[in-house]
């Protein structure tokens, strides 16, 4: 299984971002994606997921509103737009694949079975 991010980059603060996670080497719909941020000296912070079997969606508090993620399942790939970002948006940025989800866990980077490299996103103020 393979998990590969793109779309990172440096932006300024109000600006917008789209995040993909491209999926190979496992049944797509049957997993869920999620995404991860991890800032310097912190821990993973679950950001947004969204399930394969009925597409539900989750979003952290700090991000709903502003990003939005949905699921390509013709090019198994999960796309993270985020717009109106912040400077403490800035992480780098990781997708994760679980098989089954439920609500309860969704934003656990340890509940997840693979993970990608990650994507650096900078906000600047």
């Known amino acids: 299984v393979q998990l590969v991010e793109s779309g990172g980059g440096l932006v300024q603060a109000g600006g917008s971002l789209t995040l993909s996670c491209a999926a190979s080497g496992l049944t797509f719909d049957d997993y869920a994606i999620g995404w991860f941020r991890q800032a310097p000296g912190k821990e993973h912070e679950g950001v947004s997921c969204?399930?394969?079997?009925?597409?539900?969606?989750y979003y952290s508090d700090s991000v709903n509103g502003r990003f939005t993620i949905s699921r390509d399942s013709a090019r198994n790939t999960v796309h993270l737009q985020m717009s109106n970002l912040k400077p403490e948006d800035t992480a780098v940025y990781y997708c994760a694949a679980r098989r089954g989800m439920y609500g309860s866990i969704w934003h656990i980077w340890s509940r997840y079975n693979y993970w990608g490299q990650g994507t650096q996103v900078t906000v600047s103020s």
């Open positions: 969204i399930t394969g079997n009925n597409g539900r969606i």
